[in-house]
């Protein structure tokens, strides 16, 4: 069964409850830092349109995964 909508609007408000998406956001920065440097380094080794690619893809990606889908 679905989770009661007051009830997550209610946790907002609750200093001590733990944030769901912390471990996750730490993730997606991760990821999108060492995405970022793997991409700039083949564009700096010459690769420029698959860096701008991988860069476009990943960019793509982590949007998609904010959002939740």
Do not use: K, Y
């Not at 409850?17 to 700096?44: F, K, Q």
């Amino acid at each position: 069964m679905a989770e009661d909508d007051f009830r997550r609007w209610e946790r907002e408000f609750d200093s001590g409850a733990p944030d769901e998406g912390a471990s996750g956001s730490r993730g997606m920065v991760l990821a999108a830092g060492v995405t970022a440097m793997g991409c700039t380094a083949m564009i700096a080794a010459g690769q420029v349109p698959l860096g701008a690619a991988g860069l476009v893809l990943s960019s793509i990606i982590l949007l998609l995964w904010r959002i939740g889908m």
